[in-house]
Each structure stands twice: as structure tokens, then as C-alpha cells.
């Protein structure tokens, strides 16, 4: 198995349009299924990526 550890930044831009490194994180994702990678990601990394989302969610209601 081939694997990738994931981080909060590029996850969280993969997630949120207006993100800086929505773009980049889109593509990394299509490379990452294109290579059949798991993607990894710890407890702290969900929970904060979670958060942040939600957070920015609520602003823009």
C-alpha cells in the first residue's frame, strides 16, 4: 500500500472554494486517485480541518 500523510492546509483548501490553495489542493487530489495513494489523516488534522469549516460556514451564513 502507497500512502500519504495529510495536512490541515492542503485538506482544508480542497474543501473551500474561496481557499487560496483550493486549485492546487483539487489537483493534488485528482494526482492522489490517479495513483491510487491512501491518504492518511490524524485525529488533530479531521478535527481542526472540521472546525475550521464549520467556523467558515457560519460566517457566511
Not at 478535527?47 to 457566511?60: D, G, I, P
Request: charged share 20%; hydrophobic share 35%; no cysteine.
Amino acid at each position: 500500500m502507497k500512502a500519504i500523510i495529510a495536512d490541515t492546509t492542503p485538506l482544508y483548501g480542497a474543501i473551500d472554494t474561496s481557499d487560496q490553495y483550493h486549485s492546487r489542493s483539487q489537483a493534488e487530489l485528482r494526482r492522489i486517485e490517479s495513483e491510487d495513494l491512501t491518504v492518511i489523516i490524524s485525529f488533530p488534522v479531521y478535527n481542526s480541518v472540521s472546525q475550521s469549516h464549520e467556523v467558515h460556514q457560519n460566517l457566511n451564513s
